[in-house]
C-alpha cells in the first residue's frame, strides 16, 4: 500500500467542513494555528483581474520526507503506506521536524506537549474499515480523493492517469503525495493559477520518481 | 587557604557562605533569578496552560476549564511555538553559548598543542570559562526541550540525526574538557605528560567534529535554504566561533588576569589574543562579503534587502567593521581593546540571531495565504514572519549568563582557576619533541 491523495481544488468553496471533520475526528487541538488541514488563499490577479485561489492543504506524507531523517528519537517515522507519523511519546519537541517541513504542515500540540500532523486519518478511521479521510468524507463539492497508489485500478490512480496535476515544491525533492488537479476544460485558467516553474504531471512522468522514493524509503516503513 | 588534595588535586576548603555569597555569586545570583522566572514561566505555559480539543467539548459540556481553554483558542496567542517560526531565541542563544564556548577551548587546545606559552599559563582560567559557556549552552537548549520525554533520546534514537549525534558527541566531548582542566591542575606530574598529548589531539578532534555535526544540524533542513545554501557552514561557524572566543578571552583578561600576571606576561597575552580576533574578523568579513552570492535569493532578498537589512548591517558594523578598525592600528591603549572586544561579542551574538530568524523570515506556505486571514482585516499585509521571542525565552536567556558566573565562581573557589599559571610538568610541546625524539633514537 502507498496511501496518498488527489484534491480537485478549484471546487473548493473555503467552507472549512474538511478543518472541522478533522478536529472532531482526530481530537486535534483548538486554535486557528492548531491545525493539521487547512485552506490557503492565495490572493492573485491576472492582468488586473484579482482572483482567490483556494488551495486546500495538509501533510503531504513525502515519500522522501526530510522531517524524518532529522528526528533524533525516531517519534517521526514512516508508517506503513508510506504515511508520515509522529509519535508523541517520543517526541522530545526539538521541533527539528518543524524546521524541516517546507510545508509548515507540522504544529506543536499543547495538551501531549509534542509535534501534531495529518495522518490521513489512518488511525481513526482506516484501520477501522473506512476508506476515506474525514476531510474527504465532509467535503461537500468533492475536492479530495483519497486512495492507494500501489492499487492500478484504483479510484485515485484511474483519476491521475486521467488528468495533469501538480505537487508542491517538487524541487525540495521530498516527492509529496498530495496531487493537485488541474481543471480540465480551462487550461488558460489553470496555468495562471500555477506558478511558472511548477512542473505539470501525468501519471506517467510522476510514477517513476514515487517507484524511486518507495524503493529507498520502503525499509522504514514501521508497521503501526 | 586551607587544602584537601583528593587525586592529585588541591581543592581549598571552603565554607558554604564564602561559595554561595561572593562577589561573582552575587551576580550570578541576580542572573540566576532571570533563569528561575523563565522556567516557571515556560513550565507554566508548557505544562499548566489549560488547552482543550473538540473531545474534551463534547465530553465536558458547561466545564468552565473547557470554556476557558475554547476562549483561550480563540482570542489567545496560539500556544508556545509557533508553527512557521519554531526555532527561536532558545536556538540563538544555545548556539552563541555553545560555539564560543568550544571555540573557546579549541584555541586554548591548539595554542597548548603548538607550545604556545602565554595561553598555557592562563589555560585553566579560559577553560573554565569555556566550560561554563557550553554549560550555559546545554542549559537554555534543555529548557526549550520537553524533559519529560527526554529518555527518548537513549532508548529510541536515530542515529542518522544530527540532533541525535550530539549526545554522544557531549558525553565524550564534555569529559575530555574536564580531563584537560585536570590536567592543568594535577600534582600528578608523570601522569598529566602521559596523557596530556592524546587528550589534547582528541579534544580538538572532538571541537571539529562538533561544529561538523551543528553545521549538518542545520543544513539537514532541506526546506530552509538559508541554511542549505550557506556555503561551507562548518567552516562559517568555525571562524564566527574563534572571534568570538578571541574577543571573550581578551575581555576575561582583562577582568581576571590583568592583576595577577605581570606587564610583561599580560601585553604579549593580550597581542596574541587580538592577532587571533583581527585574523578571525578579517576571514569573516571576507566571508560574509562572498556567502550571499550562493545562498537562496528569497532569502537573501530579506536579510540584505528587507526588514533583516538594518539588523545585518548592525551585525556587520559590529561584529565586524568596528573590531577591525579598532584592532587593525596599533593603538596601544587597552579600552579600545576592549572596546573591540564588546562589539565583537555584542555584534556576533546578532549575527547567530539573523541566521536562525532569517531562515525562517522567508514564508514556507501560503498556509493562511496572504489575505484579511493571516493577518486581519485592519492590519497591514506583511510578507515576512518574525515573531517576538516570549518572556520566558528572554529569562532564560538571560539566565544563562548566571550559569556562566555560577559554574565559573564554583570551579574558581575550589581550584583557583584563575590564578593557576601553567607549568611546565605539562608542557605538551616537549612532551611531544621528547617522545619524536626517543622514537628517532
Known amino acids: 500500500m502507498n496511501f496518498a491523495m488527489a484534491l480537485e481544488y478549484q471546487n473548493c468553496i473555503d467552507c472549512k467542513a474538511c478543518e472541522v ?6 481530537g486535534v487541538q483548538l486554535g486557528a494555528d492548531k491545525q493539521r488541514i487547512w485552506v490557503s488563499q492565495s490572493e492573485k490577479s491576472v492582468f488586473g483581474q484579482p482572483f482567490v485561489a483556494l488551495h486546500p492543504s495538509q501533510c503531504n506524507h513525502c515519500l522522501d520526507a526530510p522531517c524524518v531523517d532529522v528526528c533524533p528519537t525516531g517519534a517521526s517515522h514512516f508508517a506503513e503506506g508510506g504515511l508520515v507519523f509522529t509519535d508523541k511519546e517520543t517526541c522530545i519537541l526539538c521541533k527539528g521536524c518543524m524546521e524541516a517541513c517546507p510545508y509548515d504542515a507540522r504544529f506543536v500540540d499543547d495538551k501531549h506537549v509534542a509535534v501534531d500532523k495529518c495522518t490521513f486519518c489512518y488511525d481513526t478511521r482506516i484501520v477501522h474499515g473506512e476508506t476515506t479521510t474525514a476531510c474527504q468524507a465532509t467535503c461537500p463539492t468533492k475536492v479530495r480523493l483519497f486512495g492507494d497508489l500501489d492499487d492500478e485500478d484504483s479510484d485515485l490512480v484511474q483519476l491521475l492517469k486521467q488528468r495533469k496535476f501538480y505537487v508542491l515544491k517538487e524541487a525540495e525533492g521530498t516527492v509529496p503525495k498530495l496531487f493537485y488537479l488541474l481543471p480540465e476544460n480551462d487550461d488558460y485558467f489553470a496555468m495562471n493559477s500555477v506558478s511558472t516553474d511548477t512542473t505539470i504531471h501525468t501519471w506517467d512522468t510522476f510514477k517513476p520518481l514515487i517507484e524511486k522514493a518507495k524503493a529507498k ?8 | 587557604m586551607e587544602k584537601r588534595l583528593i587525586a592529585g588535586l588541591e581543592i581549598n576548603k571552603i565554607s558554604l557562605k564564602a561559595l554561595l555569597f561572593n562577589k561573582t555569586m552575587l551576580i550570578a545570583w541576580i542572573f540566576l533569578g532571570f533563569a528561575v522566572a523563565g522556567i516557571v514561566e515556560v513550565l507554566h505555559e508548557r505544562y499548566f496552560l489549560i488547552t482543550a480539543n473538540a473531545w474534551d467539548a463534547a465530553a465536558h459540556p458547561g466545564s468552565r476549564e473547557v470554556a476557558e481553554a475554547m476562549k483561550a483558542a480563540v482570542f489567545g496567542e496560539g500556544g508556545e511555538v509557533k508553527r512557521e517560526a519554531p526555532w527561536t531565541l532558545y536556538i540563538v542563544n544555545y548556539m552563541y553559548m555553545l560555539y564560543s564556548g568550544s571555540g573557546i577551548i579549541f584555541v586554548v587546545s591548539l595554542s597548548e598543542l603548538l607550545g604556545i606559552e602565554m595561553i598555557k599559563k592562563t589555560a585553566a582560567g579560559f577553560i573554565t570559562l569555556g566550560l561554563a559557556m557550553i554549560l550555559a549552552g546545554l542549559f537554555t537548549i534543555s529548557s526549550d526541550l520537553n524533559l ?22 557531549y558525553f565524550v566531548y564534555i569529559p575530555l574538557i574536564l580531563l584537560e582542566l585536570y590536567l592543568l591542575l594535577t600534582k600528578k606530574i608523570a601522569f598529566a605528560r602521559k596523557v596530556a598529548l592524546p587528550v589534547l589531539l582528541l579534544s580538538v578532534l572532538a571541537e571539529l567534529a562538533e561544529y561538523y555535526i551543528q553545521s549538518s544540524l542545520f543544513s539537514m533542513n532541506e526546506a530552509r535554504h538559508l541554511w542549505t545554501t550557506y556555503p561551507l557552514i562548518t567552516l562559517y561557524f568555525l571562524i564566527s566561533s574563534v572571534a568570538v572566543s578571541a574577543a571573550l578571552m581578551i575581555l576575561y583578561s582583562f577582568l581576571v588576569n590583568r592583576k595577577q600576571m605581570p606587564d610583561t606576561e599580560f601585553r604579549p597575552l593580550i597581542r596574541f589574543l587580538k592577532k587571533i580576533a583581527l585574523y578571525c574578523v578579517v576571514i569573516l568579513g571576507a566571508y560574509e562579503a562572498t556567502a550571499y552570492l550562493f545562498v537562496d535569493k528569497k532569502w537573501a532578498q530579506i536579510i540584505l534587502f528587507g526588514d533583516f537589512r538594518w539588523y545585518f548591517l548592525t551585525y556587520l558594523t559590529f561584529a565586524i567593521g568596528l573590531p577591525f578598525v579598532l584592532l587593525y592600528r596599533e593603538l596601544g591603549k587597552y579600552p579600545l581593546k576592549i572596546l573591540a572586544a564588546v562589539s565583537i561579542i555584542i555584534g556576533s551574538y546578532l549575527g547567530r540571531l539573523i541566521f536562525v530568524y532569517g531562515a525562517n523570515a522567508y514564508p514556507m506556505s501560503d498556509r493562511f495565504g496572504v489575505g484579511f486571514e493571516k493577518y486581519g482585516e485592519y492590519e497591514p499585509i506583511q510578507h515576512m514572519i518574525f515573531h517576538m521571542p516570549s518572556d520566558g525565552e528572554i529569562f532564560i536567556s538571560l539566565g544563562s549568563i548566571g550559569v556562566i558566573l555560577a559554574v565559573y565562581a564554583l570551579v574558581d573557589m575550589f581550584f583557583n582557576v584563575s590564578k593557576a599559571r601553567g607549568k611546565e610538568r605539562i608542557s605538551v610541546q616537549n612532551y611531544a619533541l621528547d617522545c619524536l625524539m626517543s622514537k628517532l633514537k
Open chain 1, 217 to 224: 524509503r520502503k525499509p522504514q516503513w514501521k508497521s503501526v
Open chain 1, 21 to 26: 471533520a478533522c478536529k472532531e475526528q482526530n
Open chain 2, 148 to 169: 519529560l520525554h527526554i529518555k527518548s533520546l537513549f532508548f529510541s534514537t536515530n542515529t542518522k540525526a544530527a540532533m541525535w549525534l550530539m549526545l554522544p558527541l
